[in-house]
């Protein structure tokens, strides 16, 4: 019986596959359906599993780029509060800073 129900939720090496108990319905041109289905047939899949890989990885990139929206703010959000609090440098002092520092390094090459 252990054997029967964990054969139900494990493919493959250990990777869990979860029921499939809700249906997705959308309306597509019928010559985008045509063209996926016979794309998905010519790797040897059915359509249902390369769509609901398509969307893991949609669902995986809008996190990423949530994530990194969310850094970017944070990065803004850091140097506004320099600004405020004065820890800035004007546009000649950061040029002569690195021009020194491209002086240093050119005499050690």
Known sequence: MIRYILGQYLSG???RVMPKEAVFTMKLENSLREDFIAAAKASDRPASQVM???MREYI???????AYDAHLAQKVERGRQDIREGNVVSNEEAEAQF?????KQAGKA
């Open 99 to 103: 021009a020194a520092r491209r002086a």
């Open 60 to 66: 995986r990139r809008q996190s990423e780029s949530r």
């Open 13 to 15: 090496v250990g990777k």
């Open 52 to 54: 609901r890989e398509l």
